[in-house]
DNA sequence: CTCATTTTAATACCTAGTCCTAAGTGCTAG
DNA sequence: CTAGCACTTAGGACTAGGTATTAAAATGAG
């Protein structure tokens, strides 16, 4: 015998996650075992089977574009009042950090608060002009990021926008936004 | 009889793509025929079965979660010299606009600038502490921004990075990053 | 040696198909 | 009216990649 079950089961669980489309078939071979014991272990680990994996990645897949393109939303926006204020909300995920140490990119928390900013003015076409910016503490995978926008100065074709992040009451990221309009057709 | 040939294959075709999980026997009740006519038109029409076109989406999805996780490397760091200066190349493509007017969001140049400021210094851990940034102007759908970073001071544990992102020699953003080292376990 | 765990085997069944042959339907042109 | 054609439906055989169940081996530990 090469490995033991637990050994066997780890490295399968392993296996399928790193490579979703591989069948009991071939990590039977993998692993010199038979398909019938690889499928105990699917059971025990709760991993379903190949077609399951495929589909539900495909239905994750289909969720996504359907509701947000990848750049589009960073961030979702519970509260909104147009140019007064705003509450967005982001999890910080996987995809978010850096791979060595879980610590989110500091484009991230940039990217909501601009995004929260942005949805603030109520025209059209609103681009940031400039914006100083403050990284207070790191944030770390898992944490919940809550950024809230106030508008300080409002003009025709110029907003102010003043956004604080905070995970549980303490202020991670604080930064000032000067979004502008451009007149539709390109502008500025 | 309902609808002709041509008329229910371009439905079944519209069908499919936009809910691409219906098995043959789903749209044959919608469409009040048999499974084989369904069968003959995918036929036709050159759509895989089910479980081909689940597999299709679930292998693209795989593809694009492998090359790049969306946040990690914005923009291909082309030229590099440690605790001095930097260039990075990023074309901007569609996930990188809004969808109304084909301007690059502002967090994706920040990102740019970002990921490139971050770069230039030889830390384990290196974070942005402040940045204050400038967006000159509006970058279009397929240009291609340069970025060049150049360190203006460098202590310690501090770094000021000058960034300046060109489109074809003419300045389109502009930032000013403060980069500090964490001491590998967290820190800060 | 014996007992429990672990592994393998064998069988029936499932879904969502493919591929193939055959037969039925509806309409049109001679 | 009927032969011919396009279209539709039906049926059977086979496929992959399983589930679920039962049963028999193999193996290791006490």
């Avoid at 940031?128 to 770390?140: C, E, K, L």
């Avoid at 956004?163 to 979004?179: A, L, N, P, W, Y």
Wanted: glycine share 6%.
């Amino acid at each position: 015998m090469r490995l033991t079950k637990k050994e066997r089961q780890s490295y399968l669980s392993q296996a399928l996650e790193q490579n979703p489309f591989l069948t009991d078939e071939e990590v039977a071979k993998k692993f010199h075992v038979s398909i019938q014991t690889i499928r105990l272990d699917r059971l025990e680990l709760g991993i379903p089977e190949l077609r399951e994996r495929i589909k539900h990645m495909a239905e994750k897949k289909f969720d996504h574009v359907q509701s947000l393109s990848p750049s589009e939303v960073i961030g979702e926006v519970i509260d909104l009042q147009l140019h007064k204020n705003g509450i967005s909300l982001l999890e910080i995920g996987l995809e978010h950090v850096f791979e060595r140490n879980q610590i989110a990119r500091g484009h991230i928390l940039f990217a909501q608060a601009n995004s929260l900013a942005i949805a603030l003015a109520d025209w059209k076409v609103a681009l940031t002009g400039n914006a100083s910016i403050r990284f207070i503490r790191p944030v770390q995978l898992g944490e919940k990021c809550i950024a809230f926008a106030t508008v300080a100065e409002a003009h025709d074709s110029r907003l102010h926008v003043g956004v604080q992040t905070k995970v549980q009451e303490e202020i991670v990221f604080q930064g000032d936004f000067e979004v502008y309009r451009v007149s539709d057709d390109r502008g500025n």
